[in-house]
């Protein structure tokens, strides 16, 4: 794990994106993470059909979802706003 990137603590749902997020931190930048109600359910290949839910299982895959977003990260994959999407 690349020290210089740290994630918050808290994971959050968005209800206008369907979607969860939380934080990383490098270099001093804030940077949203997102990964969307439907790709939530891939990645966990679970069914996902509340917000209480999504968040439960982002929490259940909290370091598999931080190790995608360090390597998006690490790539410089940031959209022109600064924000990291869930592929």
């Known amino acids: 794990m690349n020290q210089s990137i740290i994630f918050t603590d808290d994971i959050q749902w968005d209800q206008q994106k369907q979607s969860v997020y939380l934080f990383a931190q490098c270099q001093g930048v804030i940077i ?24 439960t299982v982002a929490e259940q895959f909290r370091f598999d979802l931080e190790d995608y977003f360090e390597e998006q990260i690490e790539s410089e994959a940031m959209d022109d706003s600064g924000t990291v999407y869930y592929q």
Do not use: G
């Not at 949203?32 to 968040?55: M, N, R, V």
């Open 32 to 55: 949203p993470c997102f990964i969307s109600l439907e790709k939530l359910a891939e990645f966990s290949e679970q069914k996902i059909i509340s917000e209480k839910q999504a968040l």
